[in-house]
């Protein structure tokens, strides 16, 4: 425990010199803190919670977002936007080769839903983001026409859709739409 010394007038009241004292300095250590750090903490944790988030995944989209942009439901997630959701939110999903960080987008427009699309695009949803690790890289145009949902692909490509991007493995929209038929 660290001490300071604390200065006091040169002479006593009764007029002999006066020693200095010695206190020690309890505010300057760390652990004196730590339970307002802990419950500052654990709110945090609470208000992340309540958010439907965790403290690992504070940008995440809640599971009941993602399945209502799996399903369709533009009013769903019309709300959750409206109600402070970020229309770039990504989400985790896991299949046999691992894991990998999807968009909002890409699970509305893998499954053909253009209303949904259109919802998150006016919303400022990212049009070119690539998914992480284990789908090697690919767009929502890309998971659009690997499906076969023309409306959706031509409504990213009117949107701005980058039709040269590749994925990791070379693969553009094009040639994910020839591969599937």
């Not at 769903?76 to 080769?97: H, K, S």
């Not at 893998?110 to 690790?133: C, M, N, P, W």
Request: hydrophobic share 45%.
């Amino acid at each position: 425990m660290r001490e300071i010394t604390i200065p006091y007038p040169a002479k006593s009241p009764n007029g002999k010199r006066a020693e200095p004292r010695k206190r020690k300095k309890l505010w300057a250590q760390p652990r004196a803190f730590a339970p307002m750090h802990v419950r500052l903490l654990l709110a945090c944790a609470l208000v992340l919670e309540r958010a439907g988030c965790s403290k690992r995944t504070a940008g995440a989209a809640p599971a009941k977002v993602v399945a209502a942009a799996r399903r369709g439901d533009d009013a769903a997630v019309l709300a959750w936007l409206d109600g402070g959701g970020r229309a770039d939110a990504t989400y985790a999903y896991n299949d046999q080769i691992g894991r990998s960080e999807l968009s909002l987008l890409m699970a509305a427009a893998s499954r053909g839903h253009e209303r949904v699309v259109e919802v998150l695009l006016q919303r400022g949803a990212e049009i070119d983001v690539q998914s992480s690790k284990s789908l090697e890289g690919v767009t929502a145009l890309m998971a659009a026409a690997s499906q076969g949902h023309e409306r959706v692909v031509d409504l990213l490509i009117q949107r701005g859709a980058d039709i040269d991007l590749q994925s990791r493995v070379g693969y553009t929209a094009l040639i994910v739409a020839t591969r599937v038929g």
